[in-house]
Structures are given as structure tokens and as C-alpha cells.
């Protein structure tokens, strides 16, 4: 992929700062943490000048959830509640997640089997929980219209139509969910197939099969995790960068590779932030796959760009150890850039992987040219943020987008503001047809649900409403900048019958 914008180069200045601001903290936590779970302390070269990434701590892979299969119905349990966790070294925050303190559990769904969750809230606030990027029928997406009580038990059902990618699941309440999901409330959800390809990448959960959340977070010195323009704008802010829950601002975690191709699944859970996956190395990743699945054939490239919600899967064939990189992108109106080594994988394994398939997928790109255009711009008044005009902070003053089931459109995504949105679609997966006026390229070919649109650019999109409609329950539209969604920066799709 091209950019005009380089990543910002580290910020030395912000995390020199903050390194010094939590030294004192970090000697006692590190400390507590090497009897408690083999974290090694960084050690000081000299007073104020220790080196960076000299700690390491073991890569957290997130529990895969275990499902009951009865009657051909595969039924998960999940409980949104609250705990605590430190997303900052050394300093207690209160948090949320499923089941656990921090984030969720992993689920893995089979295309065509039929799923069942049993969800609990436990979090004394109204939540959601959507399935981001999965295509089931609108009743069961989890959007604004089925948020559900404290105490209350939401028990969606579908098929699994989706062909194998990894999707992420978190909260989607008006209002609540750039707060609900920067506590925690977050976890990847992998679909598996039986196609050659699935057949033919590495596929052991935590073993050559690695979940990689990255999230860019802000929080206050007493750990106080900020999810809006007033928090954000308080003063004394750092921003923790985590790694499946663990904090990487002076981290370098740790995994050891046991098969030689390991195939990582990157899911930007930031709530505003762009991350950059690069080597260390500089040197080269394998990519397989976009938001919603494999591309038609492998792409080597040297950065992967994850915008607010994005995903994408990479393969290494590793020969020796390799670190890598999240640069992040400040995506909203703070700090926050900088470059982190968040991950070194020790090469140990020794076995000979076979070529990878020369074809992925097959991806018959759309003639557009009897689609339906639209165009959904993107705008803004204050810091109210608007879909064609309208503030979607309630249903009924949200712009709604009426469609039939079989149609195809071609929508101009059209930013009118100057700041950077990530443009998400519930629903079905789109493709891209133009990029701020230029074709798409590389893996800009894939299906996306979700991607960049810088201040003042469009991008135009092309999709197929296939098999769901409801003249009740309708998906959502919005930027995946929770701040801009939660101020009103999301429309909705109702598709009807006819
Ligand atoms: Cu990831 Cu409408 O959301
Ligand atoms: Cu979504
Ligand atoms: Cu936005």
C-alpha cells in the first residue's frame, strides 16, 4: 500500500517523559511482577537514562472460549463486567471486559454451523455487543436497537455465513461505546472454513495461530482511562499502548515460535489511533488477508496500516528472530504517536513449510457501472459529527439509508472535514473502487469493512445487499473513531424486502 503521510517518526520527547514519570512506580511493580510471573526488570544505565525494551514479559494469548455443541447449535457464554487492570505499569485502573478483568476471550465460529450467546450484563449500564464485520441478519447484529439492561441476558442466534477471516467483538449502545470499549470490552472472534487455503495456513490457536489486539489508549497519572473531548483534554494525559492487555510502552513482549510459518491476526481495538505493523528489520511480511478474508494471492509488503477497527493477517517464515513494530498515528485531537516494539518472536522452530498456495481467493472485482451511486458525507459542526447532515446520536435524528435486498452501490464516501475518519459498514463487506480519486492496488484489492478516509479525500465503495432484510432492525453506518461515532458520526441501512 502507498501513503502520502509517513508514519510520525518516534516520539522521543513524550515517551522519555512518561518513562521517567512512572520510574519510581516501575521499580516496585517490576519487582513484584519478576516473583510473580518471570517479568525481568529494565535496568538503568544511569539516572534518568535507562534503556528502553530491556523488559520482557510473555505474550498474553487471549483464552479461546470453549463452546457446547448440542443439536447442531454451538452456545457461547459471555459476561460484559467490570475490574480492574493496568494499562499503565504499575497503576490500578478500573476496567471491563467479557469474562475476565481486561478484553474477552477468543471465538472461533465455523462457517455454516449455527452460534448461540448467551450474553450477561453485569456492567450496571446499558451495552450492546456487536459482532463487527460478520454477516448476520440485522436483529442479531448487535447495534443501538437491541442494547440491553444491567442484569439482562441478550441470546442472539444465526448461521455463520462468512467464509474464514477474523472479525472482533465489542460494544455498540448510543453514546457509551467509545467509553465501554477503551475499559476493555473487546475480543477477536475468529471464523474458520473448509476451504484449501484455511487448510493450508497455520491454524493451532497460540501456537503458530497468534491473536495480536493493539489498542492506543489515554489515561490519566491515577490510571483514569479517557474515552471524550473532556477527557481528552485534561491535563497530565499519557497514552498507554497495549498488546493483548499488556503494556508495551517499555515492553518488548516476548513469544517463541515452535513451527517455522506463524500466522499473526492484527486487530487495531484503538479507539481514534492508526497503528503501522512494520519490522524492526525493515524486512518483509507475508499478507493474507484484509478485514473480511483472504486475498486473491499473498502480498509481500513491508507495513500493514490499521485504521480504528481494522484487521489484517500476516505470515513469516521465520528464519531468525524478528521484532515487531506498532507505529501509531495520533487519529483524533491528542498526542500520542511514537514507535513501539511490541513483539519479538524467537525463531525455534525447524520444520519445512510448504509454498503457500499460489491463488488465496477468488475476488471478482465489481462492475460498477449499473450499481446504485450514493453519496455519504462525512461532516462536521463543532464537535458535533454528522452523516449527510445529521447528528446520530439518537435513532430518530440519525440519517437513514433505505435499501432492498439484491441491490448494488456504489456509495462516494465523502469527508468534509479536516480530520482523519475510518468509514465502517455493518453488514456486507465492500470493496474498493477508488482511493482519494486513484485505483486501488495490492491488497487495496481485498474486502474491507472498514477503512481510511483522510481530511478533505473520498473513497468510493461498491457492495451487495445479500440475504438479510428487516423492516424493523437496521445495521449502522458510522466512523470507527468511537469519539466521532459516540458524537454522532453514524447513519443506518435498513434493508427491506422490496
Ligand atoms: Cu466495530 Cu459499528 O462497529
Ligand atoms: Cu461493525
Ligand atoms: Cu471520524
Known sequence: MTHTTEPAPRAGRGKGLHRRKFLGGMLGAGLAATAAGGTAIAFLTDAGKQKAGAATTTLTIPDLLEGTTSDGTTTFTLEARTGTAEVISGVTSSTMGYNQSFLGPTMKWTRGDTVLLNITNSLGADTTVHFHGAHVPAKMDGGPQVAFADGKTWSPTFTVKDDAKTLWYHPHALGTTAEQAVHGLAGMIIVEDDSTTSAALPSDYGVDDIPIILQCLAADSSGDIKYNLTGYLSSGLSYPVLCNGTNVDDTTLSFTATKTRTRFRLLNASPSDIITVQRSDGGPMTQIATDQGYLAEAAEVTSI?????????????????????????TGWVRGGSGTYDFLTVTASGSD????????????????????????????QSGTTMLINGSAGTSMSSMAMISTTLGSKEIWTIKNNTQLEHSFHLHDVPYQLISINGEDPTGVELGWYDTYEVVGGGSIEIAMEFTDFSDDTYMYMLHCHLLQHEDEGMMASLMVTES
Open 352 to 379: 519445512t513449510p510448504d509454498s503457500l498456495p499460489s491463488t488465496l481467493n477468488t475476488i471478482d472485482r465489481y462492475d460498477t457501472s449499473d450499481f446504485t451511486a450514493r453519496t455519504i458525507t462525512l461532516g
Open 305 to 329: 496500516r490499521l485504521v480504528a477497527g481494522a484487521r489484517a493477517e500476516m505470515v513469516m517464515d521465520l528464519s531468525a528472530d524478528v521484532t515487531l513494530q506498532a507505529v501509531v498515528t
